[in-house]
């Protein structure tokens, strides 16, 4: 039977992530997939580094998306040197587009309280977007808020840690993880691994684990739908956003439009109802879009928790065994911040301490809400 310092469960960007940078550190290191690699939300996600876009408070939560985004500059560089591919990142910022004279007063205001921050009135935003539309009162600019290719970096990020020994395991669902001696046996259809440590990292269907190790599953699926475009020319270079709406260039000049939000919805397919919707909202927003051909449209299951933040750190009884899941719409987002705590965790480097009671386990266990 094969051994491992440490079996990860699940080889999406989170899974992915922490298997590099375990192994980078000289660990034994398998990751173990029931599909493809980075094939479910990973691949669906529009790549949005929105560490302002998606949060209004200035809470912890806030603090571990903006240390995340800060990083991909220096990983863009480090995975293109380790594995020669770009992840494609852009740093073009993102537009919070104002329909009312209200919104853009409050966009204002908020211009006031960051530096990252800036109104554009109306004109000044048409010089910079041509093809937004002549109803809008004015755009906050966030400078630092930018995209990349989730996928890339997923990808990337395998083939760094197979650089560095680890081993991947596509197409092979854990069935089960039990103690036994002094680590855990990982059983799937292609057999069973011996792990000393076992990090679950596999999104929404983490709830299984939750449960088969006596644990309360907080875990519940959040549908989300887009669909792309493939311009005739460029239409526009920042990633636009209103009313849960946006609309993200990118490098092979296809245009994402997202997205839905459908809590409970196991279906991963689009629909005509959800497509529809985004259709009419985009055209709103960049009216000439609506001419645009229509290339591909898909759907994800996003993994919310009960209040709506992630999970890292170790089982309350079994040591040894730990989470890293729960991202719901920031997966892209937090993988490197998550990457990075969990080789703290694993180490036990005490890099990281300060998110570690936020978003441990103990919440779960205690009915302790983080928002």
């Not at 397919?269 to 000439?288: A, D, E, F, H």
Request: with cysteine.
């Amino acid at each position: 039977m094969k051994v491992f310092d440490v079996g990860i469960v699940g080889g999406g960007i989170i899974g992915q992530g922490i298997a590099y940078q375990l192994a980078k550190e000289g660990l034994k290191v398998a990751v173990f997939e029931g599909g493809t690699i980075g094939g479910k939300a990973t691949s669906a996600a529009a790549g949005m580094l929105g560490a302002h876009s998606e949060n209004e408070e200035r809470d912890i939560f806030y603090e571990l998306c903006l240390e995340s985004r800060n990083i991909y500059e220096t990983l863009s560089a480090e995975l293109m040197e380790q594995t020669g591919i770009d992840i494609e990142l852009i740093n073009e910022g993102m537009y919070r587009l104002a329909f009312t004279e209200e919104e853009a007063v409050e966009l204002q205001k908020l211009a006031e309280t960051n530096v990252e921050f800036e109104f554009h009135p109306r004109e000044y935003a048409f010089e910079n977007e041509p093809s937004l539309s002549k109803s809008i009162k004015g755009a906050l600019w966030l400078k630092g808020d930018g995209q990349v290719k989730g996928s890339s970096v997923c990808y990337a990020f395998m083939k760094g840690a197979q650089k560095f020994g680890a081993k991947v395991f596509e197409q092979c669902p854990v069935m089960e993880i039990k103690k036994e001696g002094g680590g855990y046996k990982i059983s799937t259809p292609s057999g069973s691994f011996l792990s000393n440590k076992v990090i679950v990292a596999s999104g929404v269907w983490s709830g299984i684990f939750f449960e088969q190790l006596g644990l309360n599953n907080p875990m519940k699926p959040v549908k989300g739908e887009c669909f792309a475009v493939k311009p005739k020319k460029i239409i526009i270079k920042k990633t636009v956003f209103y009313d849960h709406c946006y609309i993200v260039p990118k490098k092979d000049g296809k245009v994402i439009i997202g997205a839905t939000s459908y809590e409970n919805d196991w279906d991963a397919n689009p629909t005509v109802k959800g497509i529809s919707g985004l259709m009419t909202k985009v055209q709103k927003l960049i009216p000439s879009i609506g001419d645009e051909p229509i290339v591909d449209a898909w759907s994800s299951l996003r993994p919310q928790t009960e209040d709506s933040w992630p999970y890292f750190g170790e089982h309350p009884e079994y040591n040894g065994i730990y989470f890293a899941t729960g991202h719901y719409r920031n997966g892209i987002l937090l993988a490197p911040i998550t990457s990075l705590i969990m080789k703290d965790i694993i180490l036990n480097t005490k890099k990281y301490q300060r998110f570690l009671n936020a978003f441990s386990l103990n919440r779960l266990c205690s009915g302790a809400k983080g928002r």
